[in-house]
Structure formats: C-alpha cells, structure tokens
C-alpha cells in the first residue's frame, strides 16, 4: 500500500478519480464513457483500472485515447483472434502479440511519464493477495491486470506471479480513495450479466453472438468446440450442455459480479455508472461500437447524479 498522492495546488475544485472495472469486450463501453464525460466537461485527474479497465484507463492517461477508439471501432473478429497467440501452459493466450501490439501503437511508458495519475489493479495467484501496480512499465502492469484465469497466461512481475485483478477488486475505487480523489466515479460493466449465457439470442442471430464468435475463434486456434455454445432451457431445465467456453466465462462472470457488488457496497463510489452490457459476450472485442454507444448511454442516464455530487463537492458547493 502507499500514502495518498495530496492535491496538485493551482486547481480549484474536487479531485476527481475514474475507477474502471473489468469485463473483457465488455470494456470498451469505457471508451464510450469517457467520451461523454469529456462531453460534460468532467476531466478526471485520477484513474485507475482492473484488467480491461487498466488497458483503456492506460490508453487515456497516456494521451492515446482517440487513436485507441478509432483501432476499436474498426476492429473486425479475424483482427482479434490474429492477436491472440495459443498456449498450452497456464492460460488459452500466452497475451505477447497482444502487449507487442500495445507496446508498438500506444507506447510503452513508465508510470510518471504519463499524463494523470494511473494505477491498475492485480491478483497475486499464490497468496490472493490485492496488488497496487503505479510503478515501472505501463505495457507490463496492464499485462498483469488482464490476465484472465484460465484465458491469459499470468505474468510474473517483480518476483510475483500475477492475474487478473478482478479476482480481487473488479472496480477499483478503493484504489482512487488512496490515490487521493475527493471524488469517485466507478463504471460496473457486470451489473447486468448474470444469466446471461442462458438468454438465448434469435437462431439467426447465433454467429454475431459471443458463443458463435466463439466456436469461430475455437475453430480457428484449432481447439474444440461443442456446437453452438449455448444450453437451452425448457420448464427451467437446462436440456443441453454448453460449450467449455460459456462455462468459464458465466463463471467468471458469476464471480466477478458478486466481488464487485460486495467491494462496491463496502467501498462505494460517489456515482455509479452501469452500462447494460449483458449482449456483448466475453471475446466480441469486434463489437466496440455497440459497447461505446451503450457507455454514452449510461452516462447520459445519469446526468443528474454527477452534476449534483460535483456540485456538493465544488468549494462553497456544500450546505
């Protein structure tokens, strides 16, 4: 842990901190968020970040935010699974092409090259243990902050072996308290995806969803698929069984949304922002423009709730 970073001086207003949490494709709607708020004029100086949440919160605290959206938005399926490299040992994706990626379009930086204050959240797999990561190399932190059990392989890090932060603390607010922010704005890509995997989309609709994208991506790896991904339900029994992949991602998302909803209640952030996520699968990163549109929409929603907490929080803003 480490002492809060006090105020900047010459600013006049609260500090105000992002906290992005995880949900893999799902967190491009961050992007969207971050579009409105700027439209609002709301410019957080604090962000920190879990797993896909530390990829984009990176991105913006660097000054590469527009040139990552314009690369989203034009991603297609086969860019994805180009990105993705097999490995049989710890994880489906060893994640290398995808940091070389990072690193030769965005930049790798060090921590106090950047432009806002930045931190990203890990899982320390021996010990369970939370991990702050602000130090050292950007490109390696977000590395570890996105290593999904099961999918991405961990990555080892100043002698620890580290994944996915959302283990721990799928939106970080407490991270932003101690970094020093006055206020807290926490975006929750999980609020709405449980059960998600056994609301069956229109049959014509199958290979747009994330089960048929993922048997594609199956396919394409070379690993096995188990026809179209989904169970179906008849009377509430589950008639069929899914595929690999939707059992590990509901489960992910099983626990990842009761971590969120138990860390949110005990450390709640000043406003919550809950983008309605639950049609973008796990590795539908092709699908950013609907997550960017459902993340403006959120923000829209709610509006009223920033400008009032702001408003509290201005000098003078108070009763």
Known sequence: MFEPTPQKTGRSGPVIGLALGSGAARGWAHLGVLRALAREGIEPQIICGCSIGAFVGAAMASGDLGKLTQWAEALKWQDVVSLLDVSLRGGLIKGEKLIQFFERNFVDRDFSQLDRRFACVATELETGREVWLREGSVAEAVRASIALPGLFTPIVRDGRLLVDGGLVNPVPVSLCRAMGADVVIAVDLGSDMIGKAWRAAPVEDVEETSEGWTERLFARLGLPTNGNGRGSQEGGAVTSLPSLMTVLTSSI?????????????????DVQISPRLAHIGTMDFHRAREAIAEGEAAVTGMLPALRYVLGQAAPGGGA
């Open 253 to 269: 998302n099983i626990m990842q949304v009761r971590i969120a909803r138990s860390r949110l209640a005990g450390e709640p952030a």
